[in-house]
């Protein structure tokens, strides 16, 4: 179980780089087109289709199962975290699972979504024609080892599992 929790803490790294990542080239981006229509009347024609389609989705959910393992999510806290007894167990693992199921539905659902962009080479049109398969695919891989994350967490008794 803790050579899983390395890996997953090391997959988690590697997704927050990426989503950290697209949060550079929105701000390159953005600040490159300001400069090229204030100095040479010339925007940068892919910023807003890129930044939309590809860095967004990058932004939303790369980082989602990292924030979680480290505790910066936000979240409504309505009762104890930790009850005693086999209810407190109970609840503790509840708290991570319900959140599991919901995540492993979007994953689902917009893994197939993004499949059958993959399968039928939808495209957007635009500067540019942009494949919407890679576009689509980063929200399953983020919400996927979120869902990962929030099992490991619960079979370890819903505790915060440090890896």
Known sequence: MRYFGKILSKTEDILHLGGCLGLVAVAVLINADI??????????????????LYLMPMLATLSLSRVFRDGGHLALEFMPEDLPGRFGRLISSLRL???????????????????????????EYGAMD???GWAYGVIPLGCGVLVLRLLYNAAAQGKAVKT
């Open 97 to 123: 699972l319900l959140p599991a199921a919901f995540f492993a539905a979007v994953t689902w659902m917009s893994g197939k979504f993004a499949l059958e962009a993959f399968l039928h080479g939808d495209v």
């Open 35 to 52: 400069l090229l229509r204030l100095i040479f009347n010339r925007p940068v024609q892919i910023q807003f289709e890129v930044t939309e």
């Open 130 to 132: 942009w494949p919407l």
